[in-house]
């Protein structure tokens, strides 16, 4: 059974930092592209980062370029996105996903598998 399990979320002033992580299990980890996404109550899903498990290539979207980073460990299963100088407008849910292909893909419809989400909050 494939599961993501989404955590890392929290309450930060605007200017801090969070750093969200994806435990991934029942599938070949480095076989897939694992994306973040966001959600913000009257908006639709948005992509925000994307990772290849396989050699880790990576994309952002404009909107966090410079200011997020995404990694993983294959040995861990585990994608990680780091958050700096957060801003009010990045408050929303995050969720990671997983794409079945080994192409680097911010489009919600194009994931395979969801987890369930992490709430983050940046106060101004």
């Known amino acids: 059974e494939v599961q993501l399990q989404a955590s890392g979320g929290g309450l930060v002033q605007a200017g801090g930092s969070l750093r969200l992580s994806c435990a991934a299990s029942g599938f070949t980890f480095d076989d897939y592209v694992i994306g973040w996404f966001r959600q913000a109550p009257g908006k639709e899903r948005e992509g925000v980062s994307c990772i290849n498990n396989k050699d880790g290539s990576a994309v952002y979207a404009d909107f966090v370029k410079g200011r997020f980073s995404i990694s993983r460990e294959n040995a861990k299963n585990m994608v990680a996105l780091q958050m700096n100088s957060l801003e009010s407008e990045d408050t929303a849910v995050y969720y990671c996903?997983?794409?079945?292909?080994?192409?680097?893909?911010?489009?919600?419809?194009?994931?395979?598998?969801w987890g369930q989400g992490t709430q983050v909050t940046v106060s101004s």
């Open positions: 996903a997983a794409r079945n292909r080994l192409l680097l893909e911010t489009t919600a419809r194009a994931y395979d598998y």
